[in-house]
DNA sequence: TCAAGATTGTTTGTACGCAAACGGATTTTG
DNA sequence: CAAAATCCGTTTGCGTACAAACAATCTTGA
């Protein structure tokens, strides 16, 4: 018999997350190719608060320090961000996105939406609404 | 109003995601601290399947070729993959667990465990099956 | 049988993701 | 007001993750 000491590694949590994790980045590499994932969330909540410092981006994103800059500075290379010294915080740099970020942000907006509901697509409606309200409990 | 096309990054299924993930990441190093969540996979993968093949164990714990190669170098170097060309596949490298390697994935089951336990701790029991339900149908 | 195709392990390059440390700027607090 | 604490952006180092290319080795099919 089955001991409670058993440890059954696909049965876990976090091996599951990671699995559904990688399903939903291949959906979105295969919608979207010039962003990643974690660049277009960078834009979109650029594009959501309009001007920000790095590190404020990178919290509102679940990004720390050291990461948001990275992705920053592709988004930068990539035309997409435009920045400034914060005139009253000599430590900030004050972050906006440019036209063409919000042309990109707008065309691409469907795809994201679409990548969201294919991720979901296994689940009914029903089960997709429940499978979120528990995923927001485990934040 | 609201339109539909409104995109909301707090609310999408990656990013709800990747948080989630995050969190289990964090409990995860603050029980295990001498190997890492894919490092703890692959033993345990290791310990369960017996002897493998590199390219398999890759396999059965979803990590590509090139990932599972680094991770286990980093368990041979720790002293607990021992390997050894197939005699029947040249092409083979044949993983096998050492002694130091069963008695670290004892050791350590428990508070494997407990990991899983603390991810899900936000949630009910019931709630509990019906998210791992879910999850395991979008992988 | 033997050429075509697949698989094994490897390397290189890019991109997160986090810990730790750093100097400089700002805020808090005693 | 001055010291302590905090915050800002940066760098380094390590560990996933995956794409793409490669040589060596099997396997298959005509």
Not at 10 to 33: E, N, P, W, Y
Not at 73 to 87: C, H, M, Q, T
Not at 104 to 116: E, K, P, R
Request: net charge negative.
């Amino acid at each position: 018999m089955a001991s409670d000491k058993d440890y059954v590694l696909d049965d876990q949590v976090g091996f599951l997350m990671r699995r559904a994790t990688q399903r939903h980045l291949g959906i979105f590499g295969s919608q979207i190719t010039d962003l990643t994932p974690t660049q277009f969330a960078a834009l979109a909540k650029l594009c959501e608060i309009g001007e920000v410092s790095q590190n404020a981006l990178g919290r509102a994103t679940a990004m720390d320090a050291a990461t948001i800059k990275g992705v920053v500075d592709r988004l930068r290379k990539k035309g997409f961000i435009s920045d400034a010294p914060d005139p009253t915080d000599q430590r900030r740099l004050l972050l906006k996105p440019t036209a063409s970020a919000w042309e990109n942000y707008d065309a691409l907006v469907g795809a994201a939406h679409q990548i969201s509901s294919d991720t979901l697509d296994p689940l009914t409606e029903g089960e997709q609404a429940i499978f979120l309200m528990l995923l927001r409990k485990l934040i």
